[in-house]
């Protein structure tokens, strides 16, 4: 694969996402679902909280991931040559439990500017309107940043409970994958997800969000890694790749991002909410 096609770059930039592109194979997949499950059973607790951030720092398997050339490709067709990661985040919805994503604006509380980045959504399971998938208001890209009410719901699996409110369900799309698969959603389109009622967990590995080099933090500091290209603006400090899983230097890499993201995410708040 060479970047989006012609095609896929139009419903990117008319409807704000794309749908499905197919990235890994399904063994890749699982293979990420393995070192998730890995990690919750050796290090219980070590994916939850403000921990389901940043996990490419404390696994060279996942590290690898934010490095796929199909992604890459996919992401250089939307935000150009010269990209950084700046961070990832588990959303995974367990069967029986109760969570949820709210209608929300990426863009809202992060503080990256301008926005040219992209977030990319890695099916690690298969994710459909059975499992709780993603839903995009189609086109909602194109206009203002919305109001939030900040809710802070237990199952609500965003930082502050951010929700848009009366957004019409059945004007969303279902984005709708296989286990190997990646939508890419811009900073502004509205998408939240509702629960799983399947008999099996819903897990999306999302690369939270590819940034051009020239994008940066104006809230508080991001640490990034570079994907592709150059980074001449230099706004960033730089994270270490991980060399093993959940080593001394990794976990401490990661605690230190996620203590600066915890700032970005709750700046402002006068309540601090679990992740
Ligand atoms: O995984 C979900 O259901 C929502 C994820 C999300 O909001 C995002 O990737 O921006």
């Not at 040559?81 to 588990?90: A, D, P, R, S, Y």
């Not at 819903?202 to 890694?225: D, P, T, W």
Request: include cysteine; hydrophobic fraction near 35%.
């Amino acid at each position: 694969m060479k970047g989006l096609t012609t095609r896929q770059l139009d419903h990117y930039k008319n409807k704000g996402y794309v749908s499905p592109v197919n990235a890994l194979t399904s063994n890749e997949a699982n293979e990420i679902r393995d070192e998730i499950e890995k990690i919750e059973k050796d290090w219980p607790g070590a994916l939850e909280g403000i921990n389901r951030n940043y996990i490419h720092l404390i696994s060279p398997k996942f590290n690898k991931i934010c490095l796929n050339k199909n992604i890459l490709d996919a992401v250089e067709s939307i935000i150009g040559k010269n990209i950084l990661i700046c961070g990832t985040t588990l959303f995974i919805k367990n069967p029986n439990e109760k969570g949820f994503v709210s209608f929300h604006q990426d863009a809202k509380y992060i503080g990256l500017e301008p926005d040219n980045w992209v977030t990319v959504w890695v099916a690690v399971t298969d994710a459909n309107e059975k499992n709780g998938c993603m839903r995009m208001l189609s086109g909602s890209h194109k206009e203002n940043l919305r109001f939030h009410e900040q809710k802070f719901d237990k199952n609500n699996l965003l930082t502050r409970g951010q929700t848009i409110k009366n957004v019409p369900l059945d004007k969303t799309d279902p984005v709708i994958l296989k286990a190997g698969q990646i939508s890419l959603h811009h900073p502004m389109i509205v998408h939240g997800s509702g629960l799983n009622y399947s008999n099996d967990r819903r897990i999306g590995f999302v690369i939270q969000s590819y940034i051009g080099a020239n994008v940066n933090q104006v809230i508080g500091k991001m640490f990034v890694q570079k994907a592709r290209g150059k980074d001449e603006y230099k706004y960033h400090e730089y994270s270490k790749v991980p060399a093993e899983l959940m080593g001394e230097k990794e976990i401490i890499s990661q605690n230190k991002a996620n203590k600066e993201l915890s700032k970005i995410f709750y700046s402002g708040s006068k309540k601090i909410g679990k992740f």
